[in-house]
């Protein structure tokens, strides 16, 4: 059987870039290690090369854990790289390419857990859904939310499920942490727009679009969002005055993101709702006045706050500007306390008795929100130990992106532990 590190550096050499040739070839992989195994996994497209890959494994009960993961990745200038992003070169202990960590690393340790437990013939505590899903890296249209609404039935019985972005650890003074991720910020990507009167570039502007669509994205971009404290965020940070052994002052959350450093990265982008312009689009000729503007902007709310965050973004932009979805999902939030959160904690600390699991809540999003609005509490538990010198958070979309092979094996154990 192929290692976890051997199965990472497999998946990263399918160039599976977003938008690109699709997840057909890395889906293909991933269907004949199932089946080699005994497993009888479900192949679909929802467009040519938008290829997803579910199986199910039985298990001793039929309340069924999804596990889920996506096959493609965002894209990669070698030109930037020390190694082709897409060699998947294993050196200095860790798997480097794009994906390493998002989150074909993650896919690869799933897939070596249950064809560890298939080889010994270990039946699962539970019936076991897994997913390798294409398209997370834009909107999900052709895999996850195409999964839910086309196929619902491979996810019957499924009430929680496991996914990216969390179960990482993260060292501080002598303290290992683990979040485990019980919620996500929500997503509204919006298209705004500002409509003014055409005109020669040479003349006093009777109604400047770009002008209005500048002023409306420079009070968008330095609106002081207010703090906003949900309980799994409160948790967090009671959980970390415990572990740290000093109070976290709640009245000056920014300066105590900053004093406790990379455990402060786990709740600074996680109290308060945030817009990012990213896109602009004007004219077609400099001594011409367009009649539109356009740009783009990237939201995030805290669950529970889509109302104000959208009120507030209607008052920035101004009565001249228009706005409209590019995307608009709801923000998840999984239960916590629960007994499966203890659960996901409990297969940490066994493989790690230094392991200090806390709940964590996610500033950007997963193909999570698509398996909530089928009723599955999504959980982010993807476990690695890292080293302390790896900037976990910096690997997402980042150049030389990778993985330690240590940690990739770590949470083979861990998910093994969790599955049997």
């Not at 009888?40 to 596990?67: N, Q």
């Not at 303290?175 to 009167?197: C, L, N």
């Not at 529970?304 to 959208?310: I, T």
Request: charged residues 20%.
């Amino acid at each position: 059987m192929k290692s976890v590190a051997e199965i990472c550096s497999d998946l990263i050499r399918f160039d599976t870039t977003n938008p690109g040739s699709g997840e057909r070839p890395a889906a293909e992989y991933v269907a004949t290690l199932l089946a080699d195994a005994g497993l009888d996994p479900v192949v679909f497209e929802s467009a040519p090369k938008r290829t997803t890959v579910v199986a199910r494994i039985d298990g001793d009960s039929p309340d069924a854990l999804l596990i889920h993961g996506h096959l493609d990745v965002v894209p990669a200038d070698p030109a930037e790289w020390q190694m082709h992003p897409f060699s998947g070169e294993i050196t200095d202990g860790c798997v480097y390419g794009r994906g390493a960590v998002d989150m074909k690393g993650s896919c690869a340790m799933t897939l070596a857990a249950v064809l560890g437990l298939a080889a010994r013939g270990v039946r699962p505590k539970r019936d076991l859904v897994l997913a390798f899903l294409a398209d997370e890296e834009a909107t999900g249209d052709y895999g996850s939310r195409h999964a839910v609404t086309e196929h619902r039935h491979l996810f019957d019985g499924v009430t929680e499920a496991i996914s990216e972005s969390g179960g990482f650890s993260v060292d501080s003074g002598g303290r290992r942490v683990y979040p485990i991720a019980v919620g996500e910020r929500g997503t509204a990507w919006m298209k705004v727009t500002a409509h003014g009167v055409a005109g020669h570039g040479s003349r006093p502007a009777v109604d400047n679009p770009v002008a209005t669509l500048a002023h409306a994205l420079s009070r968008v971009a330095a609106h002081q969002w207010p703090v906003r404290l949900t309980p799994s965020v409160a948790a967090l940070l009671e959980s970390l005055s415990e572990i740290t052994g000093r109070p976290i002052d709640l009245d000056r959350l920014d300066a105590e993101a900053d004093r406790l450093g990379v455990l402060g990265e786990l709740f600074h982008g996680q109290i308060r709702n945030s817009a990012n312009p990213t896109m602009l689009a004007a004219g077609y000729k400099v001594n011409v006045v367009p009649s539109t503007a356009s740009a783009h902007v990237d939201g995030r709310y805290l669950p529970g706050l889509q109302e104000e965050f959208l009120a507030t973004i209607d008052e920035l932009l101004g009565p001249k500007i228009t706005r409209e979805f590019v995307n608009l999902e709801e923000a998840p939030a999984a239960p916590y306390p629960s007994v499966f959160f203890d659960e996901l904690a409990g297969a940490l600390v066994a493989e790690d008795p230094q392991a200090r699991p806390v709940p964590y809540v996610m500033s950007g999003g997963t193909d999570a929100k698509s398996f909530a609005t089928i009723g599955i509490q999504g959980y982010g538990f993807a476990p690695l130990m890292l080293r302390p010198d790896l900037d976990y958070f910096g690997m997402f979309h980042g150049k030389d992106e990778r993985v330690p092979v240590e940690g990739l094996e770590f949470g083979t154990r861990v998910l093994t532990r969790l599955l049997a």
